[in-house]
């Protein structure tokens, strides 16, 4: 039992292990601005405390599924794949809008906009967590946000890191694409608290 608790408590304080950090700009620009487009980029992260490439990750993640019962690799591959657009960009993009409007402000991130600026989500690395039950550990989501101009996307604005964003929920949750969206959730909690903070006082 004593065991248990350590455990417990060491799993609680991982979820405040979240460190953003201004890595350059600064937030002027953004003041007077009501939408923000934004984009996200899956194109190059790392997985894993091995730091492994996506590719590689899901190519042994497969081979270990498919040991358990043949075919159940290629059944998560097709989850894996949609999560991005199905959970972890809506994720981010929900909670991001929800801190702003109950905070009273008209300001909103969306895909696809015609806007002076735009939010470039770019993952860097991702740890799936896991779950047994009684214990588990949270997943972990780190992203390089970009502020950059829409018509000159070389020129950032502002870039915030975002190092560890811890996913999880309360009870339980054995998917690991939901954990990981859970992590974008807080990415976009805790950088929508720092803008209301530094840009829409």
Known sequence: MKKLIIACLFISG????????????????????????????????????????????????????????KGNGNLWHKRWIVAKDQIWTPKFLEIGNIVMTKAGKEVNFQE???????????????YPGWDA?????PAKVTTNLKFVETAN????????????????????NF????????????????LSKLLLKKAFK
């Open 133 to 137: 039950g009684i214990m588990k550990q």
């Open 14 to 69: 991982a979820v405040f292990a979240q460190d953003m950090n201004i890595v350059k700009g600064n937030f002027d620009f953004l003041k007077d601005q009501k939408e923000i487009n934004t984009e996200f980029d899956y194109s190059n992260f790392t997985m894993m405390k091995e730091n492994k490439p996506e590719s590689q990750y899901v190519e042994e993640h497969i081979a270990d599924l498919d040991k358990k019962a």
């Open 175 to 190: 998917n690991n694409e939901t954990r990981i969206g859970e992590g974008y959730a807080k990415t976009a909690k805790s």
């Open 112 to 126: 696809g906009l015609n806007t002076p600026y735009t939010l470039i989500v770019q993952t860097v690395w991702i």
């Open 153 to 172: 996307k070389s020129n950032v604005l502002l870039e915030i890191s975002s190092v560890d964003a811890p996913g999880d929920q309360w009870g339980s």
